[in-house]
């Protein structure tokens, strides 16, 4: 399956996710977005840095946000491989694979714990083929 497939059918697919991308571990290169879904180099480092838990990273996420495709986000939860963040009724979902970063947003319309579900499954599945 394509880098695109994932985000068109797994993601969005889902019902669960209106926007997503998939971008590499290094932070170097976006592998697939969602159409009008941007992350930009330097938001893509930033997300490195946080989820290498680089402290001085964590800190100004938990004290500034993080900024996704233009959007900035309140952190609600840092863990070992995910990082969680909120919009009002908008959040972002991002968990580190092997050699992705996949990141999955919700709107309005949908669950917190549903969307974050469907972005954890699709990590566990990449790491478990070895991406």
């Given at each position: 399956?394509?880098w695109?497939?994932y985000v068109?059918?797994?993601l969005?697919?889902?019902?669960?996710?209106d926007?997503?991308?998939i971008?590499s571990?290094?932070?170097?290169?976006?592998w697939?977005?969602?159409s009008?879904?941007?992350?930009?180099?330097?938001e893509?480092?930033?997300?490195?840095?946080?989820?290498?838990?680089?402290s001085?990273?964590?800190?100004?996420?938990?004290?500034?946000?993080?900024?996704i495709?233009?959007?900035?986000y309140?952190?609600t939860?840092i863990?070992?491989r995910?990082?969680?963040?909120r919009q009002?009724?908008?959040?972002?979902?991002?968990?580190k694979?092997k050699?992705?970063?996949?990141?999955?947003?919700?709107?309005?319309?949908?669950?917190?714990?549903n969307?974050?579900?469907?972005v954890?499954?699709?990590?566990?599945?990449?790491?478990?083929v070895?991406y």
């Amino acid at each position: 399956m394509s880098w695109q497939a994932y985000v068109d059918s797994s993601l969005v697919g889902s019902g669960h996710i209106d926007k997503a991308a998939i971008i590499s571990v290094a932070g170097d290169s976006v592998w697939a977005t969602s159409s009008g879904f941007t992350v930009n180099p330097e938001e893509m480092k930033n997300l490195v840095a946080v989820l290498s838990v680089n402290s001085g990273a964590v800190d100004k996420a938990h004290a500034d946000g993080i900024h996704i495709a233009g959007e900035r986000y309140v952190v609600t939860r840092i863990e070992e491989r995910s990082v969680y963040g909120r919009q009002g009724r908008t959040g972002i979902c991002v968990v580190k694979t092997k050699q992705a970063i996949i990141i999955g947003h919700y709107g309005e319309g949908q669950q917190v714990g549903n969307a974050t579900q469907t972005v954890e499954a699709l990590a566990d599945y990449l790491i478990k083929v070895g991406y």
